[in-house]
């Protein structure tokens, strides 16, 4: 199955900092997913974004499904933004059956 | 908009017992689906519904039952619980612009 790859696995920011968070998928796939796990457990959906870029305030995201890569930008960190950042992709391009995460990067803004 | 709508928040059962997890969603999305998330095991997919009437196993599906009768609802059944279904579950349906978790069910089986 497709394996997804997540970097770095650990982050430790200064309120303010800006930060790269990077995926990387072995296949082709024509659907990927950002979200943020809070201390609180909530999944939130951050981006959805199969290619191209998006923007939602301090936040944004990169896909280049040719080179089978996805960044996720933070800018001027904040506490809130402390959790795991997980991304996700189909299993297989012609199924939805299952989204493969990968394993997240753990991000700590401390005040 | 409520989005995936999940209940009960937290469950203590004892061994033995069953129990169903709630989710509903109001997206009118034909696909839902249940994972589990585990402490080094990330999420795992139990079980998927790609519409009303339609169910399908996934990776970890043994102890539980599902059934698809609306639109709206996907009630995930525990037979007979066992400690080793201590977990968070979380609940999902898939739109156009991609999936949506409900805020997790935190289930302890003792």
């Known amino acids: 199955g497709i394996q997804v790859e997540q970097s770095p696995p650990d982050l430790i920011l200064q309120e303010g900092a800006n930060s790269t968070l990077r995926c990387n998928f072995s296949?082709?796939?024509?659907?990927l997913q950002w979200f943020h796990q809070n201390p609180w457990g909530q999944l939130i959906n951050l981006f959805y974004i199969p290619s191209g870029t998006k923007q939602n305030g301090r936040l944004s995201a990169t896909t280049v499904a040719t080179e089978r890569y996805s960044l996720l930008y933070i800018s001027s960190s904040q506490t809130t933004d402390s959790g795991v950042y997980f991304c996700a992709v189909p299993e297989s391009t012609d199924s939805w059956g299952k989204l493969q995460f990968g394993a997240g990067t753990q991000v700590v803004v401390t005040p | 908009n409520a989005g995936v709508t999940q209940t009960p928040k937290f469950q203590v059962l004892k061994t033995g017992q069953s129990m169903t997890l709630q989710c509903a969603q109001d997206?009118?999305?034909?696909?839902m689906s249940w994972y589990r998330q585990d402490p080094g095991m990330g999420l795992r997919l139990i079980h998927y519904?790609?519409?009303?009437?339609?169910?399908d196993q996934g990776e970890v599906p043994n102890g539980y039952n599902v059934s698809r009768s609306t639109t709206e609802d996907f009630p995930l059944r525990l037979l007979s619980a066992a400690p080793s279904q201590t977990s968070v579950y979380f609940c999902a349906s898939r739109g156009h612009e991609g999936y949506t978790f409900g805020s997790g069910t935190r289930l302890t089986v003792v």
């Open positions: 296949d082709s796939v024509n659907n």
């Open positions: 997206m009118n999305h034909e696909y």
């Open positions: 519904s790609v519409g009303a009437g339609i169910t």
